[in-house]
């Protein structure tokens, strides 16, 4: 399975911006899917997942309330709705596939099977 992140840029604080990621390779319906960000000189971190079919979704406490992600079996494709940006936010963003069943263990990056290949947010005025 390759994945492909896009929908970075630069956005004020307060703004939103959708990040899409691209599944190929037959199985998206299959695997869990995950975010995660990881900002200049700092460790990746978990952002947000969603179970194969859409209807169970976590995310860290700091994005809680703010962020959302939906997917798109059909187009085998997720997205990271990410709403009243704030500069702690900047970082680049990766989706990422697990095989694995969707449980508590989508918040660590050992879970995942296949990584996308980032792509950069920056809240900035």
């Known amino acids: 399975v390759q994945l492909q992140a896009s929908g970075g840029g630069l956005v004020q604080p307060g703004g939103s911006l959708r990040l899409s990621c691209v599944a190929s390779g037959g199985i998206f319906s299959i695997i869990t899917m995950g975010w995660f960000r990881q900002a200049p000189g700092k460790e990746r971190e978990f952002v947000g997942a969603?179970?194969?079919?859409?209807?169970?979704?976590m995310f860290a406490d700091s994005v809680k309330g703010r962020f959302t992600i939906s997917r798109d079996n059909a187009r085998n494709t997720v997205y990271l709705q990410m709403n009243s940006l704030k500069p702690e936010d900047t970082a680049v963003y990766y989706c990422a596939g697990t095989l694995a069943a969707y449980s508590g263990r989508v918040v660590y990056t050992s879970t995942y099977d296949y990584w996308g290949q980032g792509t950069l947010v920056t809240v900035s005025s």
């Open positions: 969603i179970n194969r079919n859409g209807g169970s979704a």
